[in-house]
Structures are given as C-alpha cells and as structure tokens.
C-alpha cells in the first residue's frame, strides 16, 4: 500500500522551541504538502514542494519553513513555537503526471505548545 | 478564481437513512474532482474520485456524479451506517499547476443508531 508517514501522533512543545515535523512518502511522488488543520477553519496550505530542493509558499507561511532534501521526505520547521501554532498538522503527497490520483495523506501530528 | 461550496454541517441521520452532501465548484476547465473523509483522529483518506463529465465515483456504498453543466459533485449513499460518522471534504483539483487540490471546508456527519 502507498503511504505517507508523520514521524509523530502527538507532540509536546513549549513556546520558543525550534520544531521538525517529519514527513516521508513512499510512492515517487513529485510534490509535497504541508497542511494545518483547525476547527471552523478547514485546511490550510502552509507550503508545498514540487521537486526536491523546491518549495512554495501557501495561504499560512509566516512562522514556518520547510525543507526537502531528498525526493521523499519534507519537513516542516516551526523556527520558534508560539501558542497559536498549536494544531493539527497533514502532510501530503500527489504525483503530477497523467494518471493523477489527487494527494495522499498522513494521519497527522497534533502538535501542542505549551 | 478557482473555489469550492459545500453543503454546512453537521449533518445527524439515523442509521439506514439516505444521504446527500452537496459540492458545486466554479473553476478554468474541467477539473477532476474528489471526494476525501476523515475519521476521527486520523488524516484524510480518498473516498472518491472522477476525472471527466458524468464519470460516477463510488466507494463502500458512496457515490458521486461529475455533473459539468452544473458544476456539481454531490455525495450521496444510500443507507448509512454508525461507522459513516467523519467529516467529508469536497476537493476538485486546481487549474493553476501542479493539480494541487482546492479543499472545502468539511461537513461532519454524525449516524446515530
């Protein structure tokens, strides 16, 4: 089976913290997508990557920043934490291609600064 | 621009009912169109898709009909269960590159037995 792997379900942090959330795709997928997901507000594009090394920004970037090194991993990078950083995150991934599936998606991490 | 509507929730049904999400979408050219649930807890999972005028996805009962004189791709199913309880996401794909998804904002449905 595909899969998109969040390296955690939970996470606990405190304010000022420098973040990594992992991601990691097993499909040979192009692009990549980082999500935030809060109640009332739906999802939330907060960057994506569409090759390795190559990122653009979504609706939400300010206070984050990514990184993708290698084709199947992106990581997300909350540079200091703050409260209101405090959600669920989805990472996910689509191919660009004929024969496009729409994106596939990690079971997230819920991310709590405290 | 590109966007979605669908229909708010949340939506309480009795088991065995029948259900209707409603999804309309304006955007350039003919978009492929999904339809995403998310359990609780969990990620989203791709319930659905079509990829061209009058095309019916369907899957574990659901189903959804790209409808291009309407711009519409309303879900619906049968009879629903207890474990049909999620939040549903209509997404149809955007115009502008790399088919990224447009998402709407979600409608939970609650079965209740």
């Known amino acids: 089976d595909v899969k998109v792997t969040q390296s955690s379900r939970y996470l606990v942090k405190r304010t000022g913290e420098k973040v990594f959330l992992e991601c990691v795709q097993d499909?040979?997928?192009?692009?990549m997508f980082w999500y935030r997901q809060d109640p009332g507000l739906g999802l939330r594009l907060i960057y994506f990557s569409y090759d390795v090394k190559m990122k653009e920004k979504g609706d939400i970037p300010e206070g984050y920043s990514v990184s993708r090194e290698k084709k199947e991993r992106f990581s997300l990078i909350l540079e200091s934490a703050s409260t209101n950083q405090t959600s669920m995150y989805l990472c996910?991934?689509?191919?660009?291609?004929?024969?496009?599936?729409?994106?596939?998606f990690g079971s997230g991490t819920r991310l709590t600064v405290v | 621009g590109d966007s979605v509507t669908q229909m708010e929730g949340p939506v309480t049904l009795s088991e065995e009912a029948f259900l209707t999400i409603n999804c309309t979408y304006t955007?350039?050219?003919?978009?492929?169109l999904f339809w995403y649930v998310q359990y609780p807890g969990e990620g989203l999972q791709l319930l659905l898709k079509?990829?061209?005028?009058?095309d019916k996805g369907s899957n574990k009962g659901f189903e959804a009909t790209y409808r291009k004189e309407t711009t519409s791709f309303h879900l619906e199913k049968g009879s629903v269960q207890v474990s049909d309880s999620a939040v549903y996401f209509c997404a149809p794909s955007f115009s502008g590159g790399y088919n990224k998804l447009i998402f709407g904002a979600g409608t939970r449905l609650a079965v209740h037995p």
């Open positions: 499909m040979d997928h192009e692009n």
């Open positions: 079509a990829t061209k005028a009058d």
């Open positions: 955007a350039t050219g003919y978009p492929s």
């Open positions: 996910a991934s689509s191919s660009t291609g004929a024969g496009y599936g729409g994106y596939t």
